[in-house]
């Protein structure tokens, strides 16, 4: 399937312009930086780690969501439009609207349109309303993180790395930026139950797209706060195999 949109081109696709799937992009980004990530620690340290590989993985996967997130902003009012777009056509096709997005295809060189990115919020408000209003808890914590945690991300993922910062500095920077991202997925996992939209999904939509999407910001968030109350304590990097 082309990518389709009543917003996101400004005309149509050329028949010679390389495109490809919304999935396979997103993969290939989040594979290719996490491999150079984790061959860039065993080039420098000669081992492979567990901690570090895993952390690596969960930094590469937040970078983009929070390009995402920051689309979620620039294009609020394309994701309330894009919202009833996705929930017509699901009635007219009874497809899924999440995967139908993610098996689209869109050409390379909108590959960082924040038009095109906003789909991917529109899609998930059919399972929560909250990300097509810009006064709820959901959206505004998604675009906090969006514009405030890329920074930090990449100083810890770069200490991570090679360390070059002070370990107990970089455990501290680390147990505020782990901490935070579980407390606020934490919370808006309750405010989803507690404003009762589960119970306008089916089971298996809760289990894929809520719990699915979000408990690795809880799990990732968890082990990382345990690698940085290590650094803390122990006062060097020996937890991330640095030698």
């Given at each position: ?40 620690g ?10 570090y ?16 997130e ?24 009874g ?58 991300v ?11 910062l ?26 989803f ?31 990382g706060l ?18």
């Open positions: 399937m082309e990518f389709e949109s009543d917003v996101a081109h400004d005309g149509p696709v050329g028949k010679l312009e390389s495109t490809m799937r919304v999935a396979v992009l997103t993969g290939l980004v989040i594979a290719v930086t996490t491999a150079a990530s984790i061959g860039f065993y080039a420098v340290h000669g081992n492979l780690n567990a901690y590989g895993l952390l690596s993985l969960f930094f590469c996967i937040n970078l983009p969501i929070c390009y995402w920051i689309c979620l902003f620039l294009r609020r009012d394309a994701v309330e439009r894009r919202a009833d777009y996705w929930r017509a056509r699901r009635r007219k096709t497809r899924t609207p999440a995967v139908e997005f993610l098996l689209s295809e869109i050409p390379l060189s909108k590959a960082l349109s924040p038009t095109v990115w906003a789909d991917v919020w529109a899609t998930y408000s059919m399972y929560d309303g909250s990300y097509a209003d810009r006064r709820t808890f959901g959206f505004n914590a998604d675009v906090a993180n969006g514009f405030f945690t890329p920074i930090p990449l100083v810890l993922h770069a200490t991570f790395a090679v360390g070059f002070p370990a107990r500095l970089a455990g501290i920077l680390g147990a505020m930026l782990f901490w935070q991202w579980a407390y606020v997925t934490s919370v808006y996992l309750v405010s139950f507690v404003a009762r939209r589960h119970r306008q999904i089916a089971r298996g939509d809760l289990w894929l797209y809520l719990w699915g999407t979000n408990s690795p910001w809880v799990l990732f968030a968890l082990l345990y690698v940085s109350v290590r650094l803390i304590v122990d006062g060097d990097y020996g937890v991330l195999g640095h030698r």
